[in-house]
């Protein structure tokens, strides 16, 4: 059993607590933020996600998880703290500069300091170790240093973290071990170990790959729009290739992983990382473009002034998660061009954005068009009879290839899906 404190208490930081809390550890969560620490010292939840209730309840009850918003000495210290992109798209690593200083006080010799947090590769070295050196170890010889990413996603967060392979990176053999050691309480995947640098490049790499792959896929969508095809289609007939895995185009690229991450690994050499960049701005023009295509839409239909239904506001399908979120990249350029919308998401219950509703038949009354903007599992059992009962026009736009077109056009509506321009 050891003693873990876990600095930074979000979509991971939480959850990995409560991991290693339910498999025999003493955890403390530490949190800058009061409001988090109360509630969760009431057992009361700031995130959505699923049996992560039940599992907090048990833990703390247990006297396993503790919260407050200092560190404690401990064998183990976690860092999973955010790290945003700034405006000029560099890391923003003030989290994890401030969450290493907050535990140089109560570090000693033999302990295991971690970082989750996704990073630019060479953080550890140049950033972590730095201010671990302000405390009077020597840091290389008396702790043990690694990095170790996350690569969840949320919705799954409890299986992945179990079941995914692990990357372990350590600023030496012993240190990777050890942090082998401790994750095999509870992880059951495959574990990789290496360097802390090559393991903060690995998980960049991972969504970049992500990303310039979407980014791909959309200019497929692009050049679909104007040669009469169907790009949803021909990326299917493609992925049966053996060795070819082409992703799927949308209305930009959102969450905080594979919007982000790219910029970290463009940073280190932005005048190598052309390609990495290029796929950046096509995944965030996209949203220009979708309305680009509802003006067009509106425009074949001669309505002057459309009224727009946006159903979508999460970043990604049947999460309440908006960060970065495409969907507000288009509402801020319906605004920008004086098109009137409503936007409604079922997994967003409080109203967050203008021009947001809390129910369906708001987001659709008297609307010419509703668009599809997240792949949420509940628009597809929508039945297009009661929702054109609602609309003043019957439009479809698909930017997710989500509705079963047959249906809709059965009941009225004109389907148009964003890449989509066959038999049109
Ligand atoms: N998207 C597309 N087309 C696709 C896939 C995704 O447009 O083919 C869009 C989604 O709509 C969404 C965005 O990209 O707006 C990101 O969606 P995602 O599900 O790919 O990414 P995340 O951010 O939810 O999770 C990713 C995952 N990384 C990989 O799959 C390599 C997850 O495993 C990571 O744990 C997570 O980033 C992270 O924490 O980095």
Redesign the pocket.
């Known amino acids: 059993m050891k003693k873990i404190c876990v600095i930074g208490l979000g979509y991971i930081g939480l959850p990995t607590s409560i991991m290693f809390a339910k498999n025999g550890h003493e955890v403390h969560g530490m949190d800058v933020n009061k409001k988090v620490i109360e509630k969760l010292s009431n057992k009361e939840l700031h995130i959505e996600e699923p049996g992560i209730q039940e599992a907090l309840n048990e833990v703390v009850d247990a006297g396993n998880l503790t919260f407050s918003t200092e560190p404690v000495e401990a064998d183990v210290f976690i860092i999973a703290v955010p790290t945003p992109v700034a405006e000029d798209k560099t890391a923003n690593l003030d989290y994890v500069r401030s969450g290493t200083k907050s535990i140089v006080p109560f570090i000693k010799k033999g302990d295991l300091v971690i970082l989750e947090s996704?990073v630019p590769p060479r953080t550890v070295e140049d950033v972590m170790m730095p201010i671990l050196k302000e405390s009077s170890l020597d840091v290389e010889k008396d702790l043990y240093i690694s990095h170790s990413p996350?690569?969840?996603?949320?919705g799954k967060i409890f299986q992945e973290l179990e079941g995914n392979d692990r990357i372990v990176g350590g600023i030496n053999q012993e240190s990777s071990e050890q942090t082998k050691k401790l994750y095999q309480s509870f992880v059951k995947g495959n574990f990789h170990l290496t360097d802390a640098t090559t393991a903060e490049m690995v998980?960049v790499i991972?969504?970049t790959?992500?990303d310039v792959n979407?980014a791909f896929?959309n200019e497929l969508a692009k050049i679909s729009d104007q040669i009469g095809v169907n790009a949803w289609e021909a990326i299917k007939l493609a992925n049966y290739h053996p060795r070819v895995n082409i992703?799927?185009?949308?209305p930009?690229?959102?969450?905080?992983?594979?919007?982000v991450?790219p910029w970290f690994l463009a940073e280190l050499q932005p005048e190598v990382a052309k390609m990495i960049t290029l796929a950046r701005h096509t995944n965030d023009e996209m949203p220009a473009y979708a309305v680009e295509r509802i003006q067009k839409i509106a425009r074949e239909n001669n309505i002057d002034n459309p009224v727009v239904a946006l159903l979508g506001l999460s970043?990604?399908g049947n999460v309440d998660d908006m960060r970065e979120s495409?969907s507000l990249k288009i509402m801020e350029q319906l605004n920008k061009d004086g098109i009137s919308y409503t936007a409604y998401d079922p997994h967003i219950k409080d109203i967050r954005v203008p021009h947001q509703v809390v129910t369906l038949e708001e987001a659709l009354d008297q609307a010419d068009m509703v668009v599809i903007l997240t792949d949420h599992r509940v628009f597809k059992e929508y039945q297009p009879e009661q929702i054109a009962s609602l609309m003043k026009n019957k439009i479809v736009f698909d930017t997710k290839n989500l509705l079963e077109e047959d249906k809709w056009r059965e009941s009225g509506f004109e389907f148009i899906r964003l890449g989509d321009t066959k038999n049109r």
């Open positions: 996704t996350e690569r969840v996603i949320p998980k991972e969504n790959y992500r979407i896929a992703h799927q185009p949308g930009g690229v959102g969450g905080h992983c594979i919007a991450d970043y990604k495409p």
